[in-house]
């Protein structure tokens, strides 16, 4: 599955419950999950 493939996927599914600005976020976070100092933090704020 390609880069594109997987984000089609995932805004697909998380459409249902995000919005698209915490889609793109979500996305980042994933992307940069090894380099975040608080992944449970960051993540968190996506949802609020």
Same mark, same amino acid.
């Given at each position: 599955?390609?880069?594109? =493939? +997987?984000?089609?996927?995932?805004?697909?599914? /998380?459409?249902?419950?995000?919005? @698209?600005?915490?889609?793109? =976020? +979500?996305?980042?976070?994933?992307?940069?999950? /090894?380099?975040?100092?608080?992944? @449970?933090?960051?993540?968190?704020?996506?949802?609020?």
């Amino acid at each position: 599955m390609t880069d594109d =493939e +997987l984000d089609a996927k995932f805004d697909a599914q /998380a459409r249902t419950v995000l919005s @698209g600005g915490a889609i793109i =976020e +979500l996305l980042r976070l994933c992307r940069s999950v /090894a380099t975040l100092p608080n992944v @449970g933090k960051q993540v968190a704020a996506v949802w609020q």
